[in-house]
């Protein structure tokens, strides 16, 4: 059966994106990037993939999940970021570009992602933002945080809003020299 993955970069105090959203203070580069690059290709936006000649397999995730503002915050440089994977980004004040292969939906998510699980294909990756994590989070299967060495002190949460809580078991761990902590938890 496949998996909802929450893979998502966040920082020593829970955040994923600073008060406006922004994510630019998390590093892009350092040793941690050569894992990301083998194992989780996927996740790289398809212009930096081609643009570092990558050859990194892809083939882990068949979708992404995105809420909004973490879907707008790429705009600056495409409004197709993932067009190897199913994209299905939830809004309910936007609609989708029909020149690219984004599916905008103000559907609900958790019945969005029961009908995926029930369907062949590789894992799902929930990409974020904090407010789509929280109403997920009864159907995430596991947890890939990459903590980043420094504070917002503000700023999203990785789940914003109510959840209710939720055990998870850790499953692996790797500490990288660019102080980058990359930890995997699984749902009990």
């Given amino acids: 059966m ?7 970069a966040v920082s020593l105090d829970g955040r994923i994106a600073s008060p406006a959203g922004a994510f630019d203070a998390f590093p892009v580069t350092g040793d941690h990037f050569d894992v990301i690059y083998q194992e ?8 930096a993939y081609d643009a570092l000649g990558l ?29 190897h994977l199913d994209q299905i980004v939830f809004s309910r004040t936007h609609s989708g570009s029909e020149t690219t292969s984004v599916r905008v939906t103000a559907d609900d998510p958790r019945e969005v992602v029961a ?12 990409c974020g933002g904090g407010d789509l994590a929280a109403q997920l989070v009864d159907q995430i299967d596991r947890l890939v945080l990459k903590v980043n060495p420094f504070v917002f002190g503000d700023g999203i949460p990785l789940f914003a809003g109510e959840c209710d809580p939720m055990s998870f078991g850790l499953v692996a761990t790797r500490s990288f ?6 930890s995997e938890y699984e749902r009990r």
Wanted: glycine share 10%; net charge negative; proline share 6%.
């Fill in 55 to 83: 050859t990194g397999p892809r083939g882990r995730f068949s979708t992404v999940l995105m809420g909004w503002n973490t879907y707008a915050a790429g705009f600056e440089f495409t409004d197709d970021p993932y067009p």
């Fill in 2 to 8: 496949r998996e909802l993955i929450y893979y998502v």
């Fill in 40 to 47: 989780w290709a996927d996740t790289v936006p398809a212009a």
């Fill in 177 to 182: 020299a660019s102080g980058v902590v990359i």
């Fill in 115 to 126: 009908d995926l699980k029930s369907r062949d294909g590789a894992d799902i990756w929930l």
